[in-house]
Nanobody, 124 residues
Framework: QVQLVESGGGSVQAGGSLTLSCAAS???????IGWFRQAPGKERVPVSC???????YYADAVKGRFTISVDNVRKTAYLQMNSLKPEDTAVYYC???????????????????WGQGAQVSVSS
């Protein structure tokens, strides 16, 4: 099973920025890596994903504010989060699956591995 180790996150005021990182034990051109998030009392939802050849996906709620990227050599994905809002407060989970980013957003059942989660808290 692919191991995913997340880092980053923290607490910021509204309008601030944070970057999440996700180091994977495997990332090939056949894989897609990304993030889900779960806000307090709400379901876990997809946020963004990227594959090497097929581009990116962003949920409508984060389009224009979040940017996902991947370093193929380091097998590490990054989620740059700008103009953060209180409603972005959530635990962010890195995910990976074998397949194209064309399939994003994917159902949770199709996720191959999950990271341990990173707390992001945005105060108003």
């Amino acid at each position: 099973q692919v191991q995913l180790v997340e880092s980053g996150g923290g607490s910021v005021q509204a309008g601030g920025s944070l970057t999440l990182s996700c180091a994977a034990s495997r990332f090939t051109y056949d894989d897609t890596i990304g993030w889900f998030r779960q806000a307090p009392g709400k379901e876990r939802v997809p946020v963004s994903c990227i594959s090497d050849n097929d581009g990116t996906y962003y949920a409508d709620a984060v389009k224009g504010r979040f940017t996902i990227s991947v370093d193929n050599v380091r097998k590490t994905a990054y989620l740059q989060m700008n103009s953060l809002k209180p409603e972005d407060t959530a635990v962010y989970y890195c995910i990976i699956f074998a397949g194209s980013s064309w399939y994003c957003p994917i159902p949770e059942l199709q996720v191959e591995s999950w990271g341990q989660g990173a707390q992001v808290s945005v105060s108003s």
